[in-house]
């Protein structure tokens, strides 16, 4: 079944304990992003990659990193969580070229205390 | 920064009836997409209209594209209480594959 998957789902943490959310698409999709979703913010992409290797902040990158060093995978990675990092996660995956739909994972839920 | 803005950003209606959301963007797009997610959930792709499209179906949906407008509309005809959900439109600029969502409209459909 073509899907993308996150894990974990739930997490609560502490300030400052650095964690990393996994992200894999079994789809080959050379797009990969991550998004969060906060009440009435809607959502906004952290960063995105396009192919292996290559990434690029999106709109809101400020205390998260990833890496692309595969292509089925795209982690997310807080360093030092704080507490308005607490939101909803969505990673995504798409095909290259143009006129492709966007794949979303379940969700992650993190709570930073 | 957002593309997209959805409108209204609430909507209640009864079963049977149409829904009509709105989007509007800013830039020129490749194409415009309309996704559904369930409360907490991942969003769903529902449909893609090219910009050359004017107006696409697909079963109760439908989606015009009027780009001098830079404006879209989702339809969805009979609704039902499982049409209840969020709805976001998406640009595709064409360049880097990123899609640039808008906030969302929040769709209830009272039985």
């Known amino acids: 079944e073509a899907q993308v998957t996150q894990n974990p789902r739930y997490l609560i943490t502490v300030t400052g304990k650095k964690l990393t959310v996994t992200c894999s698409q079994n789809?080959?999709?050379?797009?990969m992003s991550w998004y969060r979703q906060d009440p009435g913010l809607g959502l906004r992409q952290i960063y995105y990659?396009?192919?292996?290797?290559?990434?690029d902040k999106g709109d809101v990158p400020e205390g998260y990193k990833v890496s692309r060093k595969e292509k089925r995978n795209f982690p997310l990675i807080l360093e030092s969580p704080s507490p308005n990092q607490t939101s909803l996660y969505f990673c995504?995956?798409?095909?290259?070229?143009?006129?492709?739909?966007?794949?979303f994972g379940p969700g992650t839920r993190l709570t930073v205390l | 920064s957002q593309q997209g803005e959805e409108d209204p950003q609430a909507l209640s209606i009864q079963e049977g009836e149409n829904a009509t959301m709105n989007c509007s963007y800013k830039?020129?797009?490749?194409?415009l997409q309309w996704y559904r997610q369930n409360s907490g959930r991942g969003l769903v792709h529902l449909i893609l209209?090219?910009?050359?499209?004017r107006e696409k179906h697909s079963g109760r949906l439908r989606v015009t594209l009027d780009t001098s407008k830079k404006s879209s509309s989702l339809l969805i005809t009979a609704s039902r209480a499982a049409d209840t959900a969020s709805y976001f439109c998406?640009?595709?600029?064409?360049?880097?594959?990123?899609?640039?969502f808008g906030k969302g409209t929040k769709l209830s459909v009272k039985p």
């Open positions: 209209i090219r910009s050359n499209e």
């Open positions: 998406a640009t595709d600029l064409g360049s880097q594959g990123n899609l640039i």
């Open positions: 830039t020129s797009i490749n194409n």
């Open positions: 990659s396009m192919n292996v290797e290559v990434t």
């Open positions: 789809m080959n999709h050379e797009y």
């Open positions: 995504a995956s798409r095909a290259g070229g143009p006129n492709n739909e966007q794949f």
